[in-house]
Structures are given as structure tokens and as C-alpha cells.
């Protein structure tokens, strides 16, 4: 079974031939309209679940919108309306999904729930975000630089802001792609220990953005974190956030990220977000692009 959990767990010349069939498939449909199929229909005949335990645009929508059109069809389902919000277990959820669908995109809160149907289930399951990490957002990073920059080999990207979920798949790129990852935040917003080695850490973020090709944020309040944590990590992050003054001390040709939804002049500046090396909506498209390259890779077809 061809699971698509983590960046770490998967093969580098997997997620190499996933970039490059993603940019391969978005080239082909070049221009046409959003809802026209693919000409090329590898998913024809397939049933995908795509489950919600958290809010989402992006991976809704980009899943959804890609499964057509590759000929797949959806049915999009959120955990509060499913049994499994109601007491039964993720086992035997995956066991039965598994009985009328062919592939399950998953977005929890624990890491432990993603692997608990990966571990049941008998189709393939696929990481639409956990409290840990969000891997299908990183390989449309990815690609999303390579498309403005080139190869991301060597590179230098600079994370300022909360140590979370999306940075730590930005930690397991950095390792499998082989780009240089600088952590920038307050320590008690540190990323994960079982992270360690996989990026290096400087407190100035103004030094740290020194010589970066590419700069990323991330909302201060993840979907995990208790509200009640607001108010504080303001205060912690108020020092790490992407403006025009941080970004001057980039590279000129640093492009920004961030993978949204954002909180305008909270963690970046509106001036920033709409700024010239922003590729923050090209981020977002490419999710349809990347994942449905993953989805084919999980599939085999
Ligand atoms: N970036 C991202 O995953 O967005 P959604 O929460 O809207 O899916
Ligand atoms: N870190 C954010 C990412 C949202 C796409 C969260 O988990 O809420």
C-alpha cells in the first residue's frame, strides 16, 4: 500500500518524480478552464474520501477540483458527521471506508489518528494535515519555488515565527530536497525536538533572513492551539513578523511564502503578501497540481 504520509517517510526520488509529474500535468492543461478534464483520465472509475476534522479551503477545494479532473469523483465528509465524531473507532472506519472507496485524504489533529488508518485501512491514505505536519502544503512549496527559481538544492529558507506543523514538513523537505532550513522564533515556540538536525536556529531574525532565496511564515495560532494561547504568542512572535523591513535584508530576489489562511499584518504585512516576490496565490494553486501527482503516485495509475 502506497501511503502518502510525511515528506521523511517518503522516498526522495519519489517525491522528486511527484514534483516533476505535478509541473508536467499543470503545464498540459495550460489555460483551460478550471472544471475542463484533464486529457489524460488516470483517475476514472475511482472513488476518493476526503475527510475533514478541521476547517479547510485550499485542501478542499484543490482536492476536490483535482480528482475531477482526472476523471475521479468525491465525496467530501466532515469527522463531526461521521461516526467517528460520535465514538467509533478510526479502525474500523478505515476498515469500512475502505469497502466503497479507493483512496482517503485525512485532516486531523492527531499524528496518531493519520497513522491509525493508514494502518487499517486497505486503500491508500493521504496527510491533509495533522497537529504535526502538513506535507502536501511542502511539495507545492516546493514546486512553487522551483517554477520562480529553479532547483531548491542548496538554497537557503528562512522560517520566522511559530516552530509548528507546517515548518516541521518544511524540516523533513529540507532533508530529502537538500536545502538549508534556518528556524528564526522565541524558544518556547521551538519546532519539535525529533526535528533536530534537520534545520539550524538564529534568535535575530534580521540575521537570520541574511543571504535567504525564499522566506516563510505561518499563522501565530494554529488550529490546534487553544485561543487562550492568543494574546501571549502576540507577544512572543510581535518581533518575527515578515515586513518589508525583513524582507530588505534578504536576498533582492527572495521570494515569500506562506500557505494561508493568513492573519494580515499579524505574522506578514499586507505589503508583503502583495508585494513583487510573493507567491503566496501560486502556493495555493499548485496544492491541486501537487496533490494530484501525489494521489497518482498513491494510486499507481
Ligand atoms: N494551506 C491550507 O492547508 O489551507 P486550508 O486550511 O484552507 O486547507
Ligand atoms: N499551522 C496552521 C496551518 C493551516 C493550513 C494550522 O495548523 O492551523
Not at 87 to 113: H, K, P
Not at 241 to 253: F, G, H, I, S
Request: net charge negative.
Amino acid at each position: 500500500m502506497t501511503h502518502f504520509l510525511d515528506i521523511h517517510t517518503t522516498d526522495p526520488a519519489a517525491l522528486r518524480q511527484i514534483i516533476d509529474s505535478a509541473q508536467a500535468m499543470k503545464s498540459a492543461r495550460n489555460g483551460q478552464l478550471r472544471g475542463a478534464p484533464d486529457d489524460e483520465q488516470p483517475l476514472a472509475n475511482h472513488m476518493v474520501a476526503l475527510i475533514f476534522e478541521k476547517p479547510s479551503t485550499r485542501t478542499r477545494v484543490s482536492f476536490d477540483v483535482g480528482v475531477r479532473q482526472m476523471g475521479g469523483q468525491t465525496l467530501v465528509l466532515s469527522g463531526a458527521d461521521m461516526q467517528l465524531g460520535h465514538g467509533e473507532t478510526i479502525a474500523d472506519t478505515a476498515r469500512v471506508l475502505s469497502r466503497y472507496v479507493d483512496l482517503i485524504m485525512i485532516r486531523t489533529f492527531e499524528e496518531q489518528t493519520l497513522l491509525d488508518m493508514a494502518e487499517y485501512a486497505s486503500v491508500p491514505v493521504i496527510n491533509g494535515l495533522t497537529n504535526t505536519s502538513h506535507p502536501c502544503q511542502i511539495m507545492a512549496d516546493v514546486m512553487t519555488f522551483e517554477e520562480h527559481r529553479g532547483p531548491i538544492k542548496g538554497r537557503k529558507v528562512v522560517w520566522s515565527g511559530d516552530g509548528n506543523n507546517v515548518f516541521a514538513s518544511f524540516a523533513h523537505a529540507a532533508q530529502q530536497f537538500d536545502f538549508d532550513l534556518v528556524f528564526t522564533g522565541p524558544p518556547p515556540l521551538d519546532p519539535d525536538p525529533a526535528l533536530a538536525g534537520m534545520y539550524s536556529t538564529e534568535r535575530d531574525p534580521h540575521k537570520a533572513v541574511e543571504g535567504a532565496d525564499l522566506v516563510v511564515t505561518d499563522t501565530w495560532v494554529s488550529m490546534h492551539d487553544p485561543q487562550s494561547a492568543r494574546e501571549r504568542r502576540h507577544n512572543q512572535l510581535r518581533g518575527y513578523q515578515v515586513n518589508e523591513a525583513l524582507m530588505a535584508r534578504a536576498n533582492p530576489d527572495a521570494l515569500f511564502m506562506h500557505c494561508l489562511p493568513a492573519h494580515r499584518e499579524d505574522e506578514a504585512t499586507s505589503a508583503v503578501m502583495d508585494g513583487p516576490n510573493s507567491v503566496i496565490f501560486d502556493e495555493a494553486e499548485n496544492r491541486m497540481h501537487a496533490q494530484k501527482a501525489i494521489m497518482r503516485w498513491c494510486l499507481g495509475v
